[in-house]
């Protein structure tokens, strides 16, 4: 893999992911510098106890624009998008509307009562394009491309997780209008978060719990248990076990899991 770091007129960074060879990446961004006025805060929700991002900024972005107007196709024809080169493999940028920024993150004004508590929306937010074909999908991808994916996940997990107090680095994808995309591109994103998702939160406490309780390892013991009942089992490979969870709460969900013990993303290799 090669990786190619550059910067948008406006100072945000984007990084090519190439296959090895001999793509030189050096178009610059011809746009007028225009600064996103970005002010993300978290607020605790006195309820819950959960960190909740607020980032109004957040509705100038593009609602779903025509496929002509595609900032996340590559720049050609005269029109400039947010990646100035004319094609790209894999591509990854600071978004240009974050619910997270290491810059200019905000935070509401003192409140007189301790329960509206904030703290400044500090983090980032990335968009990780799959591909510069505006009509495919991940599910198209060869298995190269797809594994040039990865490497920008793990290249990007090991970069943002060592970022100041950054916490959780999560890469993920919604696809479909239907649950709030708003660029038909295929496209996923990354967040760094400041705090534990509460999902990862209650995740690693059940685990501990777990430990504590039988000395022994949840997700090790879970996946023997699902490998022997058999009857969800949607893929075994020899290194992959893919299910249906036990307790399944979408109409389409499946998990995967590694048979060896790894910590992260980037462990994976
Ligand atoms: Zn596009």
Redesign the pocket.
Known sequence: MRKTVTELADGRELVYYDPDGDEVRDATDPRPPEPAAVRPELRLDPVLGDWVTVAAHRQGRPYRPP?GD?P??PSRGGRSTEIPAADYHVVVFENRFPSLSTQGAGRAPDSPSPLFRTEPGTGRCEVVCFTSD?DASFADLSESRAALVLDAWIDRTTELAALPGVRQVYCFENRGAEIGVTLP?PHGQIYAYPFLTPRTGKMIARAAEYRARTGRNLAEDLLAAERLDRRRLVLTGTHWTAFVPFAARWPYEVHLYPHRRVPDLPALG
């Open positions: 496929a595609c996340l196709c505006h591109h």
